[in-house]
């Protein structure tokens, strides 16, 4: 079965700096998503930043982007100019692609618990 | 946001009662799942359906059961509630397997007591 792993229970960042929150993930499958997800404390989840594992291209989305090392499986996410308004619990996510067709559901890790600090 | 509503938002109940949270879509989403979050786990999946009538368990499925009648409306039940099953429960829906964001729910905070 596959896992997801955050390291970092919790990540502090002055405003305008940048932070990357690790994860790493393990699974035997070759072809999947990885996907971040933000929930600020109104608990409503946000999609971030998604992955195709077959893109060797790292995703990037306005101030995030993603480093993604497949052969490590790590799947880091970059947060540039930090802004009080990402302020959140970070929780990255797993899906493998299922030959012929179909959508699992999402393995998530345990979350990190992001502060940016005025 | 897809138009994902669940009820109620918040459910006080006894030991032994049962539960039924609603989750309803509106965007004709095939895809639909229930996850668990609790502190220390992130998010854990209870069951998905693949479509009307077609469920299939998730990681901690034990204690819960399911149902779609309907393409927009997917119910999870606790048939017996125990306190190990006090959370946050939330819904997610997600159009076809090729499109693949999943959009959540608001959450259903639920306390067993």
């Known amino acids: 079965a596959q896992t997801v792993t955050q390291s970092q229970p919790e990540m502090s960042v002055q405003e305008a700096e940048t932070v990357t929150l690790s994860c790493t993930y393990d699974t035997s499958e070759s072809d999947y998503y990885l996907f971040w997800y933000k929930q600020p404390p109104s608990r409503q989840m946000i999609l971030v930043i998604r992955?195709?594992?077959?893109?060797?291209q790292n995703a990037t989305e306005n101030r995030f982007s993603v480093n993604f090392q497949k052969a490590a499986k790590s799947f880091s996410l970059k947060i540039s100019d930090s802004q009080l308004g990402d302020a959140a619990m970070y929780f990255c996510?797993?899906?493998?692609?299922?030959?012929?067709?179909?959508?699992?559901?999402?393995?998530f890790g345990k979350g990190t618990h992001l502060i940016i600090q005025p | 946001d897809a138009g994902i509503t669940q009820s109620p938002r918040h459910k006080v109940t006894e030991t032994g009662t049962p539960v039924t949270l609603r989750c309803h879509q509106t965007e004709n989403h095939r895809y639909m799942y229930w996850y668990r979050q609790d502190p220390g786990h992130g998010l854990r999946l209870i069951h998905y359906s693949y479509g009307v009538k077609d469920t299939d368990k998730g990681e901690v499925s034990d204690g819960y059961s399911v149902s779609r009648s309907k393409t927009e409306d997917f119910l999870l039940t606790l048939e017996s509630a125990t306190s190990s099953q006090t959370s946050v429960y939330f819904c997610?829906?997600?159009?076809?397997?090729?499109?693949?964001?999943?959009?959540f729910g608001p959450g259903t905070r639920l306390t067993v007591l």
């Open positions: 992955q195709e594992a077959y893109k060797q």
């Open positions: 997610a829906s997600q159009f076809s397997d090729i499109y693949n964001e999943q959009f």
């Open positions: 996510a797993y899906r493998r692609v299922r030959s012929g067709g179909g959508a699992d559901g999402l393995t």
